[in-house]
């Protein structure tokens, strides 16, 4: 077999057999193939698609590239749960802890920051002391113990993946349907979850933009999940505005808290109970609605935060922090930024991922691989799409240790919120929901 007849028959709008995605994974990951052609093969793959038989061969083959984690020695359902990626989202460090308070067991490798995306171990790593990094059997005791671990993911868990998705990078082969399902579900299948809660995001600052696009992904996502025997559904969810107030690490974490006390923006609390609600149903704890119901409960009740506390603790971190957020060291430079329009309108929309490059620039996120964060940076954001706002009123503040950072931050602030005399229409927070053979669009 030879690889230029592969990209040869893509290039050509023709399927590969599951024997040829075999062998181009396979010799990619071991080096016999170079990056020039595997390149080609991508953008191939890009312009002409594959069909949900090629996309399942090509999940396989890249989740069984590394370990499988088998997660048999853990009593109970696993629920995993994965974004596609976006400004602010917190979510899981709320959700998992609404799960595991009802039995559900969550195992969970997550990612760090991606371009302006936030990511939930550099979120955790913001409390002092927390660890991220711990071996299998460590790994299985806190979860046995607390029902949650979140920890980074294992450096041989989809090695196929790893080295697809850097050349993904910088071939601009990142946006692919096919690719970006099989890169997600290559990860969560190999991570050995019995049901997969996605969360595919939509709009300005996610990697999918139109709804249609995001629909399509989904119901990759879930076939692939569903055939390889994991109970799979997927949300579609807003990423036209960041999801809470707060993004940036130490920051995001004391919104955890808030919201975990019962007094979130409204925004992220609603999400986060459809999401944990969905998890408790993919764990069979009832309908949809009853479901829903049981998270409102856990986060009212204060049992949700009692949870997160276990786990900090579980995990090597401070719990003071966590009863007394007000101990998470305070940048120290602040700068409000100023509506300077001369308008008395509404906010008309954002652009998210402007934002959050802004965050970035701020010290939050990394510009390079090798960057250290800077956990109290970030934004607090004072005004969302919807709201009354009129020259002068504070948009937001900014916050860093780097004091030269915040003016071409508020410069990429100013130029991500958008003004307009009219109130913008409503938009929902969950559009879609995609379960094997049924989407019910909200
Ligand atoms: N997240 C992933 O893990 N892979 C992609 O391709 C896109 C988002």
């Given at each position: 077999m ?40 991508l ?10 038989r ?14 499988m ?21 917190k979510?899981?460090l709320i ?7 009802y ?12 371009g302006?995306t ?19 059997e ?21 090695p196929?993946?790893?080295k ?8 601009a ?13 290559s990860?969560?299948?190999?991570a050995?979850?019995?049901c ?6 939509t709009?300005?600052?996610?990697f999918?933009?139109t709804l ?25 969810t ?5 999801l ?6 130490s ?12 007094n ?11 999401l ?20 409102k ?14 786990i ?18 305070k940048?120290?430079?602040?700068l ?42 970030g934004?607090i954001?004072n ?6 706002v009129k ?14 950072k ?8 100013i ?8 109130k ?10 995609v ?8």
């Open positions: 030879r690889m230029y007849d592969l990209i040869h028959k893509k290039r050509n709008n023709q399927q590969l057999t599951d024997e040829e995605i075999k062998f181009m994974i396979n010799n990619y990951v071991n080096g016999g193939i170079p990056d020039y052609q595997m390149s080609a093969m953008m191939a793959i890009y312009f002409n698609g594959m069909n949900d090629e996309i399942s061969t090509m999940t396989n083959v890249m989740a069984q590239s590394g370990d984690v088998d997660l048999s020695s853990i009593e109970g359902i696993k629920v995993d749960k994965h974004s596609t990626g976006g400004v602010g989202d979510t899981t959700i998992a802890p609404v799960v595991a308070y039995g559900v067991k969550v195992a969970k490798m997550s990612g760090r920051g991606l302006h936030g990511g939930t171990v550099d979120k955790m790593e913001a409390i002092p002391g927390l660890k991220t990094n711990f071996s299998q460590e790994f299985f005791n806190i979860v046995n113990k607390t029902g949650i671990s979140v920890i980074g993911q294992s450096g041989n868990l989809a196929a993946d790893k697809l998705y850097a050349l993904r990078d910088v071939t082969t990142v946006e692919s349907i096919p690719l970006i399902a099989a890169s997600i579900m990860k969560k299948l190999a050995g979850s019995d997969i809660l996605l969360d595919v995001k709009g300005s600052g996610a999918m933009k249609d696009d995001s629909i399509a992904l989904a119901q990759k996502m879930v076939t692939i999940g569903e055939n390889c025997g994991r109970k799979t559904v997927a949300l579609i807003d990423m036209d505005i960041p809470g107030n707060n993004i940036g690490n920051l995001e974490i004391k919104e955890v808290i808030e919201t975990l006390k019962g979130g923006p409204k925004d992220l609390t609603e999400i986060c109970i459809k944990a609600g969905n998890m408790l149903y993919l764990a069979d704890k009832g309908t949809i609605e009853q479901c829903e119901n049981l998270a409960e856990a986060i009212e009740k204060g049992y949700a935060l009692n949870k997160l506390i276990e900090v603790e579980a995990q090597g971190g401070d719990i003071q922090y966590i009863k007394n957020p007000e101990k998470f060291e940048s120290k430079y602040s409000d930024v100023i509506l300077e329009d001369n308008i008395d309108g509404y906010i008309s929309g954002m652009d998210t991922e402007g934002l959050g490059i802004a965050s970035t620039m701020l010290g939050a996120g990394r510009e390079t691989k090798d960057d250290n964060i800077d956990f109290s940076a934004i954001l005004k969302k799409v919807g709201d009354k020259k002068g009123d504070i948009l937001c503040t900014l916050y860093t240790n780097d004091k030269n915040l003016e071409s931050a508020r410069k990429k602030v130029s991500s919120i958008f003004t307009d005399k009219n913008p229409k409503d938009i929902p927070l969950v559009f879609a929901r379960e094997k053979s049924k989407i019910e669009k909200f």
